[in-house]
């Protein structure tokens, strides 16, 4: 909304008006669809009209829109193009067991989605995290679901987007934090240094940080009565 006036792109996600719906939904353009597709006051009509559309990026909208209907969600969840079965893990309606199904999917990018589905259960969370696809494992490390014993296995990834994601965890343990606090790359540090559960040790280690900016902030964010700042 700019000046207090709704976009285009705001009147597309909610307007009620069932004739311009209509309109819009049998348009010639699929960037207009594809907007229509996420207004959750869609009817079963509607869904109707755009569960076949050509357009993936229709499908993929239409899939995580909250008001479909579940049997026309599970149409989309079987969807040959992988980023739209992708789409349906976002949706809260997609059935747990379908949501399952999904998490081993030949795809890596539909995987990928699942992985960062909080709804997933930690034995699959578990196997999507030994995943040979980094996207998947990168995904893993960054749910907030993972079980510190997961997160655990992914702060020595060779992968330095994955252990960044660790990093950020909440989850993360603090024994894994300060394990990532002194890892050699500066993102994976800084992770460390923005996660809201960081404990003090792992401050102290990125207090004696090579890199200045690192070690000030470190410094900055140490209690001031903390008994590890014997060691800066």
Same mark, same amino acid.
């Given at each position: 909304?700019?000046?207090?006036?709704l976009?285009?792109?705001d009147?597309?996600?909610?307007?009620?008006? !069932?004739? *311009? /719906? $209509? #309109?819009?939904?049998? =348009?010639?353009?699929?960037? &207009?669809?594809?907007?229509? @597709?996420? +207004?959750?006051?869609l009817?079963?009509?509607?869904?109707?009209?755009?569960?076949?559309?050509?357009a993936?990026?229709?499908?993929?909208?239409?899939?995580?829109n909250?008001?479909?209907?579940?049997?026309?969600?599970?149409?989309?969840?079987?969807d040959?193009?992988?980023?739209?079965?992708?789409?349906?893990?976002f949706?809260?309606k997609?059935?747990?067991n379908?949501?399952?199904?999904?998490?081993?999917?030949?795809?890596?990018?539909?995987?990928?989605?699942?992985?960062?589905?909080?709804?997933?259960? !930690?034995? *699959? /969370? $578990? #196997?999507?995290?030994? =995943?040979?696809?980094?996207? &998947?494992?990168?995904?893993? @490390?960054? +749910?907030?679901?993972?079980?510190?014993?997961?997160l655990?296995?992914?702060?020595?990834?060779k992968?330095?987007?994955?252990?960044?994601?660790?990093?950020?965890?909440?989850?993360?343990?603090?024994?894994?934090?300060?394990?990532?606090?002194?890892?050699?790359?500066?993102?994976?540090k800084?992770?460390?240094?923005?996660?809201?559960?960081?404990?003090?040790?792992?401050?102290?280690?990125?207090?004696?940080?090579?890199?200045?900016?690192?070690?000030?902030?470190?410094?900055?964010?140490?209690?001031?009565?903390?008994?590890?700042?014997?060691?800066?």
């Amino acid at each position: 909304m700019a000046n207090g006036k709704l976009s285009y792109r705001d009147i597309f996600y909610s307007t009620r008006d !069932k004739r *311009l /719906l $209509k #309109k819009w939904i049998n =348009d010639s353009d699929y960037v &207009v669809k594809r907007l229509i @597709a996420r +207004n959750p006051n869609l009817t079963r009509e509607h869904f109707l009209l755009l569960v076949d559309d050509s357009a993936a990026t229709v499908r993929q909208n239409l899939a995580s829109n909250e008001s479909i209907d579940i049997d026309l969600l599970l149409i989309l969840s079987k969807d040959y193009n992988s980023d739209v079965r992708g789409c349906s893990t976002f949706n809260n309606k997609l059935p747990i067991n379908r949501l399952n199904e999904l998490a081993i999917d030949q795809s890596s990018y539909t995987r990928a989605y699942v992985a960062s589905n909080t709804r997933l259960n !930690k034995i *699959l /969370l $578990k #196997k999507l995290s030994t =995943d040979e696809s980094p996207m &998947v494992r990168k995904n893993v @490390a960054a +749910n907030i679901s993972c079980s510190t014993e997961i997160l655990s296995s992914l702060i020595t990834d060779k992968s330095d987007q994955i252990r960044m994601n660790a990093g950020r965890n909440p989850s993360t343990a603090g024994k894994d934090l300060e394990i990532l606090a002194s890892d050699e790359k500066w993102g994976v540090k800084m992770s460390v240094l923005n996660n809201k559960n960081v404990n003090e040790r792992s401050l102290a280690i990125l207090a004696t940080d090579s890199d200045q900016w690192l070690k000030n902030r470190a410094i900055k964010l140490l209690p001031e009565d903390s008994k590890y700042r014997v060691l800066i």
